[in-house]
């Protein structure tokens, strides 16, 4: 994963694509137009595929924290309201697991607790406030914890803390730390157990004050004044003032310290007199804390930039500060051009370590791991033949011994350095991302690991590892490595197990090709659920951001490459030149080549998924990137009609423009310099030239635009302002003007990432029901029965030729999860109907001019409110249709007959209006709608209104219409509604 100390550049990896899912089995599912319905059986050994809703439904585990006996593990993990569009996190607690008997033990996650005849193993909630609470942190002695909430008086986020019980492994009663005007957050205990490091966000002019009492008041004052000033107008100096989704205004990041035994001693560490207009620390996304303490709680080491233009420049600095001493002043301890972060002092005191990255302006040189020895006051780098990133690290409390995570081709793992060994290094074993590393004291054992891991099939939950044997052996992929750790693992939580044991989730398959010049290039594939090898699948090709970002064995909530195959595709995802987790070398090869070798790889990587995974099926492909992922699917869409489809979210189309209106200038002016030169990367100096000398006119989507013909859907957020939405207002504007099919869906509330569950619910629905439709798959699938072809034998499929022919023209079928639905010919009436629904005989057979699904926009209401079912259908005829029905959008009860079942299979009794609605269903004083092929008629059918829910349970939905043309029943997929109490 990629953890910048700069942040995570102007085109970050964009997380959470949309990937919704048909029916298994006998059962289909609409996808494009609710994705949270659990009536769907299929998958192997009764597993199904995995939907939206589950994806909401997972809590995120995160932040593992150990208490300083090595008993217990403090974690965070986050709920998410679909229906109240929240997230909220708590803290809870597992036991730590005791250590293996031997090299092949097995350990338990309860057995450290049964061991002290305690009642419970698993882990429990710790804190239950409504807004939730984070950061939790054990005081050194193992006597208090520490943690951020919103206080309940003031609204404001302050530190509190709560008495710890180590032996029932609970909380006392939590008690307000801080009273800051501000805010507080980011609480770090001292070694000592005696004072707390946090952040605010403060006015720099009000550091200067003579007293924390004078800054605090000067705070408030003016933070009361901008509030009751009616203007909000903005006037900027400088640039950087809008930084990722939000504009940076007066205030400051600073950090600030305070006592632990009664909230008083309060100190700006980094008043404006030390560090300027500067953030202390600097602003970062996902990379390690920018303050630490020393272990005798007398110093303090802090991350800043004080460069005079912080939007060109990413030189931040490791600064430590005396803090008992009246006359101290900062220490600046980094001396690279390029950005340093992550300090952290060895437990004996010798070194501070940190990260550091050579190269000034580069946000994505390699981070190096520095030792600056206190005493002589040098710094060496400890491994400087290393080649990957070292994202995080953590002491050993006991030894001289470092372990860090790094990404090598895939995989986050676990290496562990000694500072006293040379050049050393030990790898840990183990597949898919681990981070957030801890270490564990343990009695007769020494101390041990706690980390995050998260596979592309699990999400994130917290591990114990118990290394064991030491073998000297090298590493095919790193040669830096000399020795191998046998590991034990043991996973502590377990959150989520009962949801995923109910998922079909398939495996991850890696492939490596030639790319680019020959270079070896890694790819992956994931399989749809209830794969069968002797169908052909339509493809959904992604493409991650960064640039120097990478796809591996990872979960994601925002682009899942499960829940994009659980829809009925496969997935591959390419790995190419600007990539992290190959070396630097392939770094680096995406500086100034945008569209150049990293666009051979991906389409040298896809020729090569389509040969070496045959049922891909060729016509059936679409093109999905976002951030950097999304200026590739532009220059896909521009350079190649390959596609069925592309979806391109929050992506570079006019690289001019962007350089004007994005906020971390040091990225643009990188990437698009010209090879060899030192100087920034600015449009106006290459203006004059020629375009193959200009890299903001050679690799720009939008002076290639006249060549797009491939359906295009353009997603973009009104607060990203690292890729500002007039980059999609832009694109969208020339694919109209062109007439090229295209859609625009737009954020007014989102930034890089779409982050509030709903808005990523629509999002989710909205590149689903895009792929769908270009494809030819799920809700605008053939109605032809799916033909099973002979064993050992692969159906035949166009391949090559005009990426123009329909799917449905041929006799393969378009959903491979699942048969597609049945035409109108194959339909009969149910057996039983509702008692608002008139006996359905079943009809003569004819041709099917449509289809009909039903979704629902939450699969559980509660008793007593509206449930919705959204009515769709479909024209898959190839001429317009006549759609009649009752007047009015939203009243499909009498155009539809409507069937609710309860779990025991009896139909609901009807209500007044819908013993009225079913008597008046087919009169004649209808609006008649055309309906054009691949288009349709939505409705919302509001099923309270029909049938009585009177109690909590499970309850079917199936819709019907009768095909005038024919006099067939044309009948909907069964959907599943939860009502609870």
Not at 701 to 708: F, G, H, K, R
Request: hydrophobic share 40%; glycine share 8%.
């Amino acid at each position: 994963m990629k953890n910048c100390a700069v942040g995570t550049g102007l085109l970050a990896v964009v997380v959470g694509v949309a990937g919704v899912w048909s029916g298994v089995g006998t059962r289909m599912w609409a996808q494009g137009f609710g994705p949270d319905s659990d009536s769907l059986s299929g998958g192997a050994a009764g597993k199904r595929p995995m939907t939206f809703a589950d994806l909401q439904r997972m809590k995120r585990v995160s932040d593992p924290q150990v208490s300083p006996n090595g008993r217990w593990v403090m974690f965070s993990a986050t709920d998410v309201d679909l229906e109240k569009n929240t997230k909220v996190n708590h803290l809870w607690v597992v036991p730590m697991a005791a250590a293996p008997a031997d090299s092949q033990g097995k350990a338990d996650s309860s057995a450290a607790l049964r061991n002290d005849n305690k009642k419970n193993g698993s882990e429990r909630q710790l804190t239950f406030w409504k807004e939730g609470e984070s950061g939790g942190r054990f005081s050194p002695d193992g006597r208090q914890v520490a943690f951020v909430a919103t206080d309940s008086t003031t609204g404001l986020s302050q530190i509190f803390l709560a008495a710890w019980d180590d032996a029932a492994g609970t909380l006392g009663t939590p008690k307000r730390l801080t009273n800051v005007s501000t805010e507080a957050d980011g609480a770090v205990w001292s070694p000592n157990s005696k004072r707390i490091l946090f952040a605010s966000r403060v006015y720099p002019e009000c550091s200067n004050e003579a007293s924390w009492m004078d800054e605090d008041l000067c705070n408030k004052k003016k933070e009361a004044d901008a509030a009751a000033n009616p203007v909000k107008a903005q006037v900027f100096e400088h640039l950087l003032y809008r930084h990722w989704n939000s504009y940076v205004g007066p205030k400051r990041s600073h950090v600030l310290v305070v006592s632990a035994t009664d909230g008083n001693a309060v100190r700006d560490l980094t008043p404006r007199r030390d560090i300027g207009d500067a953030e202390a620390p600097t602003f970062t996304l996902g990379s390690p804390m920018g303050y630490a303490w020393a272990p005798g709680s007398e110093e303090i080491a802090y991350v800043t930039n004080v460069d005079l233009v912080p939007a060109a420049s990413t030189n931040n600095d490791v600064f430590t500060l005396l803090l008992d001493d009246a006359g101290a002043r900062p220490r600046k301890v980094s001396t690279s051009m390029g950005s340093d972060d992550a300090p952290s002092y060895s437990p004996d005191g010798k070194y501070l370590a940190f990260r550091s990255q050579a190269r000034a302006g580069y946000e994505s040189d390699r981070f190096r791991l520095m030792l600056f020895d206190r005493l002589a006051g040098t710094t060496k780098e400890l491994m400087p033949k290393f080649d990957r990133w070292v994202d995080e690290f953590v002491w050993n409390p006991a030894n001289p011994e470092i372990c860090f995570t790094a990404a090598d081709h895939g995989q986050e793992r676990i290496f562990c350095a000694y500072p006293n060994l040379g050049e050393s290094l030990f790898a840990l074993p183990g597949e898919g991302e681990y981070g957030e590393l801890q270490f564990a004291a343990l009695k007769d054992v020494g101390y041990e690991l706690v980390a995050t891991k998260m596979t592309v099939e699990s999400p994130s939950a917290v591990v114990a590892l118990f290394r064991g044997e030491v073998t000297q052996s090298g590493d095919r992929d790193i040669p830096d490595v000399s020795n191998q750790i046998a590991t034990t693992e043991v996973r502590l939580t377990h959150l989520n197990d009962d949801l995923e044991r109910q998922l079909d989730l398939p495996k991850m398959q890696s492939f490596v090709f030639g790319g680019a010049e020959g270079m070896p290039v890694q790819g992956f594939m994931i399989p749809p659920p209830g794969f069968d090898a002797s169908r052909r699948y339509p493809l959904k090709f992604l493409i991650h951001g960064g640039p120097q970002g990478a796809w591996g064995d990872a979960w994601s909530y925002r682009w899942n490459a499960e829940l994009m195959a659980a829809s009925g595709y496969v997935v591959v995802m390419v790995n190419p030149r600007g990539s992290t987790g190959y070396g630097q070398v392939f770094v680096d090869g995406v500086n100034g080549d945008w569209g150049g070798k990293p666009y051979v790889d991906l389409m040298k990587g896809l020729d090569f998924a389509e040969t070496r995974f045959p049922f891909i099926d060729k016509t059936r492909e679409c093109a999905l990137g976002g951030s950097y992922g999304g200026f590739m699917a532009n220059w896909i869409l521009t350079h190649t009609d390959r596609f069925a489809c592309i979806v391109t979210h929050d992506g570079m189309f006019n690289p001019e423009s962007a350089y004007g209106d994005t906020e971390e200038l040091w990225f643009n002016e990188w990437e698009f310099r010209r090879p060899g030169e030192v100087a920034p990367g600015q449009p106006w100096r290459y203006a004059a030239g020629p375009v193959a000398n200009d890299p903001f006119r050679r690799w720009s989507p939008m002076l290639s635009i006249q060549n797009a013909k491939t359906p295009t859907l353009v997603a973009h957020s009104q607060k990203d302002y690292r890729l500002d939405v007039s980059e999609g207002l832009q694109l969208f504007t020339a694919l109209q003007r062109l007439n090229v099919p295209s859609k625009m869906l737009y954020f007014p509330d989102e930034g890089h990432w779409v982050l509030k569950p709903q808005n990523s619910k629509l999002w989710y629905e909205t590149v689903g029901d895009w792929c769908d439709r270009w494809t030819k798959t799920n809700l605008y699938g053939t109605v032809v029965p799916y033909r099973t072809a002979p064993a050992g034998k692969t159906p035949e499929t166009p391949r090559g030729g005009d990426k123009k022919h329909s799917a449905a023209k041929t006799t393969v079928p378009v959903v491979a999860a699942a048969p597609p639905i049945a035409s109108a010919a194959s339909v009969t009436a149910p057996s039983a109907v509702a008692s608002n629904v008139a006996p359905v005989e079943e009809m003569p057979a004819g041709g099917g001019d449509y289809t009909i699904a039903i979704s629902a926009p939450q699969d559980e209401v509660r008793l007593g409110s509206d449930a919705r079912v959204t009515i769709a259908l479909r024209n898959v005829s190839s001429h317009q249709i006549a759609f009649a029905h009752h007047p009015g959008a939203n009243n499909p009860e009498f155009s539809y007959r409507i069937e609710v079942k309860d779990a025991a299979g009896h139909v609901l009794e009807g209500t007044a209006y819908g013993r009225e609605s079913a008597q008046h269903q087919q009169e004649e004083s209808r609006t008649v709608e055309f309906v054009q092929p691949g288009k349709a008629a939505l409705q919302t059918a509001h099923l309270a209104k029909l049938v009585s829910f009177s109690r909590p349970g499970r309850y079917m939905v199936r819709v019907f219409r009768k095909d005038p043309k024919t006099g067939a029943v044309v009948r909907s997929n069964e959907l599943t509604l939860n009502v609870l109490p």
